[in-house]
C-alpha cells in the first residue's frame, strides 16, 4: 500500500497485481479495493488465459489431485527457475502424507456431475493450516517427482503473454474521471 500510496501521488493511476501463489488471492483482493478507495487508482488482478491446454490440464491437476502445494506444478516451477533450491533426493521413496476426511476425499473427482457443488463444500470444510493435513508440506495426492519445467515453461510464457495483452490492451483505455484528479 505504499508503494502504491507513493506511486499514485507520482500520477500512476492503474496498477496490474501478479501472483504466482494462490493462497494470496483474498489479501490482493483486499489490497486492490483498499488501493481504489484511499488512493484513488485503478487495479486490477488478471487471471488467464484459462482455456489454453495448458491452463484445463493444470486446473485438471489441482482438482484431481488437490496439486496446490509443493506437489508436480510448484516442483515444476521451481525446477524451471530455481533447479538449484530444488531437493529431489528429499523425496526417496516418497508416499503421499495428505490426509483428509474419506468422505471430503471423494469429493475431489473432477468427473463427478456435482463437482461444482463438492469443491466447494470441500474448501468450506478444510482445515486452516497446511500442517494440519500434511505433514510433509505436500498439499496433494499426486507425485512431485512427475513435475515437468517444460509443461510449466509454456504455462508461464502463456501467462506473461496475457499479462502484456492485458496491459496493453487496458492502456487504450482512457482513465475514467472517477480516478483523475
Known amino acids: 500500500m505504499d508503494t502504491i500510496g ?3 501521488e507520482h500520477g500512476v493511476k492503474r496498477f496490474v497485481f ?14 486492490m479495493q483498499m488501493a481504489k478507495s484511499h488512493h484513488n487508482v485503478m487495479t486490477f488482478y488478471p487471471w488467464g488465459p484459462s482455456g489454453s491446454e495448458t491452463a484445463r490440464k493444470m486446473a485438471e491437476l489441482s482438482a484431481k ?30 508416499t503421499p502424507k495428505f490426509s483428509i476426511d474419506p468422505k471430503l476425499r471423494e469429493f475431489m473427482d473432477p468427473d463427478r456431475p456435482d463437482y461444482e457443488l463438492v469443491r466447494q463444500i470441500r474448501a468450506a470444510s478444510s482445515e486452516p493450516d497446511l500442517d494440519d493435513y500434511t505433514s510433509d508440506g505436500i498439499a496433494g495426492i499426486n507425485d512431485p517427482r512427475e513435475a515437468d519445467p517444460e509443461f510449466y515453461r509454456k504455462r508461464f510464457e502463456e501467462r506473461v503473454q ?5 496491459i496493453e490492451l487496458w492502456k487504450t483505455i482512457p482513465v475514467p474521471m472517477v480516478f483523475r484528479g
Open 18 to 31: 501478479y501472483s504466482g501463489h494462490g493462497g494470496n488471492s483474498n489479501i490482493l483482493n483486499l489490497a
Open 162 to 166: 496475457f499479462y502484456v495483452d492485458f
Open 65 to 94: 489431485y488437490n496439486d496446490i502445494h509443493s506437489g508436480p506444478i510448484e516442483t515444476a516451477m521451481i525446477l524451471l527457475h530455481n533447479p538449484e533450491l530444488a531437493e529431489m533426493w528429499r523425496l526417496e521413496g516418497w
Open 6 to 8: 507513493s506511486l499514485a
